[in-house]
């Protein structure tokens, strides 16, 4: 298993500020990933953390807005940039560990709410 | 892509059984099963693979049919600590990411 730390675990923005999460994982994992959740609804993934290369985005997320780091097999931080209030979500950061068809791990998530 | 989940909410009754299906237009490669309680992560339940692997956790069970890209979670004499909303992922051949369905929220009530 994984133990996940994610900061901060809640934050209220001005908008047009950037907010960077972070996500420390207690062993080295293979993939790291971003989701975003806004209330009441599903998990969307944003992108996949590769360590040592960019990121790779799903349709509708662009880097220039939600740049992401992942220095080592342990940490990543993903930065929501220029804020607005239609960024207020839950953001969650996920690990899956080895390369088989295991399960995924989630950070208990930060909450953002842009004013 | 996203897997397409039904029903969208479940009111139950403490000893209730209930049924979640998911399904797939696209072919998977295998379909996990997760539980979100409210302001909390997801939570891990169980992973269905190609050939029809059905693996169970407590009174919870799943099935994967790779004819019709179906998967159902099957949750037996339901207990007050079953509430939450449920969540198939869908990983595809080749990928390791999860794509989640929309979310099935069972409430389960004594």
């Known amino acids: 298993s994984a133990v996940i730390s994610q900061k901060p675990s809640r934050d209220i923005c001005q908008r047009g500020t950037s907010l960077t999460i972070q996500c420390q994982v207690d062993s080295q994992v293979t993939m790291m990933f971003w989701y975003r959740q806004q209330p009441g609804q599903s998990l969307t993934l944003i992108a996949t953390a590769n360590q040592g290369s960019e990121a790779t985005y799903e349709s509708g997320f662009v880097i220039d807005k939600f740049p992401i780091s992942r220095p080592n097999l342990t940490f990543s931080t993903l930065t929501v940039s220029n804020m607005s209030p239609e960024d207020s979500s839950i953001y969650l950061c996920?690990?899956?560990?080895?390369?088989?068809?295991?399960?995924?791990?989630f950070g208990q998530g930060t909450r953002l709410t842009v004013v | 892509q996203q897997p397409v989940q039904s029903p969208q909410a479940v009111i139950l009754r403490e000893g209730e059984d209930a049924v979640i299906n998911c399904s797939s237009s696209?072919?998977?490669?295998?379909v996990h099963w997760y539980r979100q309680k409210h302001g909390e992560a997801p939570v891990f339940l169980m992973i269905l693979l190609k050939g029809g692997e059905q693996k169970g956790h407590e009174k919870i069970s799943a099935s994967f049919n790779e004819k019709k890209q179906q998967s159902s979670l099957y949750l037996t004499a339901s207990q007050l600590s079953y509430s939450g909303t449920y969540f198939c992922g869908s990983r595809f051949q080749g990928a390791q990411k999860l794509v989640f369905g929309q979310g099935t929220r069972l409430t389960i009530n004594p």
């Open positions: 996920s690990v899956v560990i080895g390369t088989g068809n295991t399960e995924a791990f």
């Open positions: 696209k072919a998977l490669y295998s």
